[in-house]
């Protein structure tokens, strides 16, 4: 892959991603080290919706990858 194609990872802050875009939530989720019960960062809880999304853009994305020589495929991935 392109280092243009690559972004960095914030892991000060997260969102969930749906068909390429970031979608913040009002809802959150505080991560916790299970070893040590440290609060780590807040994870967005998506919404119905966002799952809804995600999917549609699952199915749609599966229509040409499904199309895709596997040398083609293997390109992408690394």
Do not use: C, Y
């Amino acid at each position: 892959m392109s280092p243009s194609k690559v972004s960095s990872i914030s892991w000060d802050s997260f969102h969930n991603t749906v068909d390429g875009q970031p979608r913040n939530s009002k809802s959150k989720h505080r991560g916790v080290n299970p070893a040590t019960g440290e609060e780590l960062w807040e994870v967005p809880i998506g919404t119905q919706q966002d799952i809804d999304d995600a999917v549609k853009a699952a199915q749609k994305a599966f229509e040409t990858w499904s199309e895709t020589p596997l040398e083609k495929r293997k390109e992408t991935l690394t």
